[in-house]
């Protein structure tokens, strides 16, 4: 091997370690799980198009029908819907619900942000049972 080679593996090799240390603290960071309450709240006020995005994201996910396979049978199962947004809902409606609520609920705000706009959506459109 050449010295050019060499010291060319030498710098992608730092590379990759810095990279490596970089996606290994945004792991960590999103293991302790993103946003809180209290964040989202913030991002309420501070940046409503971040909020309302962020919340949609987490109405997608509880709209969700996401199948899962019986083992015994091999038929499809699918889990129990709780929220049931109607139809014409538009976006700032759903922000709107969970942004309030979050203001409604400051002894909550510690908690997951997700957690909080679930029960935030839970509270507004519970499926009838």
């Not at 049978?73 to 709780?82: L, N, R």
Request: aromatic share 6%; net charge neutral; glycine share 10%.
């Amino acid at each position: 091997m050449d010295a050019t080679r060499g010291k060319r593996g030498l710098r992608v090799g730092k590379s990759l370690w810095a990279a490596l240390v970089l996606v290994t603290a945004s792991t960590i960071s999103a293991e302790a799980g993103f946003f809180s309450g209290n964040e989202l709240h913030d991002l309420c006020a501070s940046s409503p198009g971040f909020a309302q995005g962020y919340v949609l994201g987490v109405a997608d996910l509880v709209d969700l029908n996401v199948g899962v396979l019986d083992q015994v049978t091999g038929q499809p199962v699918i889990p129990k819907k709780f929220i049931c947004i109607p139809g014409g809902v538009v976006a700032q409606q759903a922000a709107d619900i969970a942004c309030k609520y979050l203001s409604d609920h400051p002894e909550n705000r510690q908690s997951a942000a997700p957690i909080l706009v679930y029960q935030a959506l839970l509270e507004a459109w519970r499926c009838a049972q």
